[in-house]
């Protein structure tokens, strides 16, 4: 076993040498959420149903192509993969059997990744469950054990589901995330954190529905924990943590009245039937449900429609043969029924609602909210979580991801205030995420909205743009603090963030113009860098994202790599006979030349590159949307940030427009002479011979190496003990319209100025 890369010491990350670690990282890869074989994305419906024969060998890129994406990874500056997973590809054909085929692979690239030196955290990843309710990460076996009948979900509204919707090309944008408030979602949610609660009926193979479901999820997470710790030569070094669950959700626990939408309920789209509309039509019956778009203003009713599932049921018929995957379900649990119609919420005679606060209150009567739900019921998975992944992989950090945008656990002082522990919250600019549109004029600060700190939503208003952002950032520090106050003194990681690229109805991809993006991009780093986060893993890179499939995912574009756009540069200009050595600047006044390139890059990355499917030539796509390739805000993401700082990081952060770099520490020991302090400075903002740096003491140098296997350019900078600075100036350009510059020249149409440092 290798020893710890990372250590976590009064919040902040260490390496071994004691300096103060930023992970800087992305979510890798989008492609792990469908299957490989059949290669079935979201709006494929050709054998859909026929979950028990898939599997994920190639997920999340074939081995051959690895090199590709981490040594391009690695150039824009990333030192850190939220390696993405599912569930469903450890155990897809039925419960206990794993598919090592799958495990094997895994291993493989995560050994391919160690030559980049990136740190790894797993990430157990769902989307309201399953594919088969709309989303991704569990089998399609857990929702037949939860008494569910997937093939009917689309005539009863259980769940809307990309691969099922009549039109897929014409299914609604984000739509899928109102899943989490229909029957499917609702129910297994609840099952999976409360059955025993709230669902004692609910008995297989002589386990309460909650111990069963989640006991497999446990053992498939806790199968590959092992299998990567038996290998040898990841744990510590390569695989640094796990995460818990990506976005869990309470299901129905803590609603207080079944036949309203909770007023903390925000997001609404398509039909918004209520949890008690939901069992009625799960049930086969005829409900008219208020209908609600999502406007510059956020949600608003827009009407009423006569959802009629024609009989159809989302339970499983009476008949159904339970044999199939090997399990026993015990008599009292009766399939052809509504499982809560079994539990006295409705009578199913009368179609009349029984107990609609059955959910309120727990068996031993307390009275549940949502931070009731993440103390009791998310802590109890949690700690099982952190004990099992900790059986196999002994000092592992546990990312702990609490449910999105809600208090996390109070457990500051406690016994779970683990020193092992990271704080994972997730944060989206929801307007700009559901309108697919960049306003720069104004926002919401939602988070404000949530915790109750406006009289009204409209004072949580933010007009202009430098407002917008502050905002973005505001919250963000509120997000950190929050995990102060209530976890105790750990790093915050924050482990999504990102923005859809299919803005103003793809308008980028017709003209080449990103700015919008670039706009959208820059506020959401802006906000980070500004909070005090420890780091962040931005959604999404994706291998095979296409313009007019964009993620393939339920119609998300959100991949910063696509491949109907270009890379961007890796320098400003390309490298000449007599330029292309690595060199290194010393001091504010010495000029060199360019680095070469990396063995992989814009230029011979087709020829390099082995998988066919990951291709620029494909004719399926409409010709309009890729007459004007453009570099995909790149310009925004290919950012500068500190990588080892000696001492403690006070603040940092990156100007775009002016292209200036600031960073301010305190140290308390002077600057070692082989581990200085660090930082990614990207040849694309920071050509050499064009940057201008200023230090309040000490000695820096900008080099190019190979590093862990991608050729990056760093700036090393030696310094005394106490509180210094450093400002680097680099290339400032016009706009940030990027789309136009042909390859070979690169930025010949870009206006370049160079400014003295004040």
Known sequence: MSPLRLTIEDGLFRDSHGRQITLRGINVAGDAKYPSNPDQPSHIPEDFFDGDNVNFHTRPFPREDAHIHFSRLKRWGYNTIRYVFTWEAIEPSRPGVYDEEWIQHTIEILRLAKDYGFYIFMDPHQDVWSRFSGGSGAPMWTLYACGLNPQSFAATEAALVHNTYPDPATFPKMIWSTNYTRLACQTIFTFFFAGRDFAPKCIIDGKNIQDYLRDHYLDACSHLAKRIHEAGDLEDDVVIGWESMNEPNRGLVGWSDLSTIPTEQKLQKGTSPTAWQAMLTGSGRVCEIDTWDFGGMGPYKSGRVLVDPQGESAWLPADYDDSRYGYKRDPGWKLGECVWAQHGVWDPSTDTLLKKNYFKKNPRGEVLDYEQFTNIYFMEFYRKFRDTIRAQHKDCILFCQPPVLEIPPSIKGT??????????????????????????????????????????????????????????????????????????????????????????????????????????????????????????????????????????????????????????????????????????????????????????????????????????????????????????????????????????????????????????????KASAEDHPTEIFLPEFHFPKDQCEVEVTGGKWTISTDDSDGGFIQTLRWWHMDGEHSIRVKGVQRQNMRLGKEEEEGYLDQCQQTKCSVM
């Open 415 to 668: 016994a779970d205030d683990d020193p092992k522990m990271v704080y994972a919250p997730h944060y989206y600019d929801g307007l700009t995420l559901m309108t697919k549109k960049w306003n720069r004029y104004w926002n919401v600060d939602v988070l404000g909205v949530l915790r109750g700190r406006y009289m009204s939503p409209a004072f949580a208003v933010k007009i202009g743009e430098t407002a917008i952002r502050n905002c973005f950032k505001d919250q963000l520090s509120a997000i950190v603090q929050e995990g102060l106050d209530y976890m105790g003194n750990h790093p915050t990681i924050l482990t999504e963030f990102g923005i859809p690229y299919d803005m103003d109805d793809k308008y980028a991809y017709k003209t080449g113009d990103y700015s919008s993006q670039s706009g959208a991009m820059d506020a959401n780093h802006y906000a980070i860098e500004g909070s005090s986060m420890a780091g962040y893993t931005l959604w999404l890179y994706m291998t095979e994202n296409k313009h007019h499939l964009g993620d393939q995912w339920n119609g998300e574009d959100l991949s910063i790599f696509s491949v109907d756009d270009r890379l961007l540069p890796l320098s400003p200009v390309p490298p000449t006979p007599s330029n292309d050595s690595t060199t290194t600047l010393e001091g504010p006044s010495t000029k060199i030349g360019f680095s070469n390139e990396s063995t992989v890059n814009p230029r011979n990355l087709k020829a390099k590159l082995k998988t066919p499917s990951i291709s620029s030539e494909a004719t399926d796509k409409p010709p309009e949307l890729t007459s004007a390739p453009g570099f995909r805000a790149a310009e925004a993401y290919v950012r500068p940030s500190p990588i080892s700082t000696v001492g403690k990081i006070l603040n940092h952060g990156f100007d775009l427009r002016n292209c200036i770099f600031t960073l301010r520490l305190h140290a308390h």
